[in-house]
Nanobody, 121 residues
Framework: QVQVVESGGGLVQAGGSLRLSCSTS????????MGWFRQTPGKEREFVSG????GDVDSVKGRFTIIRENAKNTVYLQMDNLEPEDTAVYYC??????????????????WGRGTQVTVSS
């Protein structure tokens, strides 16, 4: 059974940093592309960052860095200089699409339940 579990969310002041972790089990992690998405109430889920199994990175936030550690079956999202607008539930996902499609929700088969990030002003 595949599991994708996010952790590391919490409350942080604007300008601060958080590092989210996403651990997986039940799949061969090194074969999968990994992505981070986020969602706020009333809005569609949006792509944040992704890294292919080959190490290609796609990201829409220059303040965020995605890092994968195949040895630990884990992908991280380092978020710096956080803004109140970054407040959202952050989701991790695993899939096997082409690297050019890391930004698509449909590129991912397995999803975590999310972790809440709240940035206060």
């Amino acid at each position: 059974q595949v599991q994708v579990v996010e952790s590391g969310g919490g409350l942080v002041q604007a300008g601060g940093s958080l590092r989210l972790s996403c651990s997986t089990s039940g799949l061969t992690f090194s074969n999968y592309n990994m992505g981070w998405f986020r969602q706020t109430p009333g809005k569609e889920r949006e792509f944040v960052s992704g890294v292919s199994r080959g190490g290609d990175v796609d990201s829409v936030k220059g303040r965020f860095t995605i890092i994968r550690e195949n040895a630990k079956n884990t992908v991280y999202l380092q978020m710096d200089n956080l803004e109140p607008e970054d407040t959202a539930v952050y989701y991790c996902a695993a899939g096997m699409s082409q690297p050019s499609e890391l930004y698509r929700e449909t590129s991912y088969r397995y999803w975590g339940r999310g972790t809440q990030v709240t940035v206060s002003s």
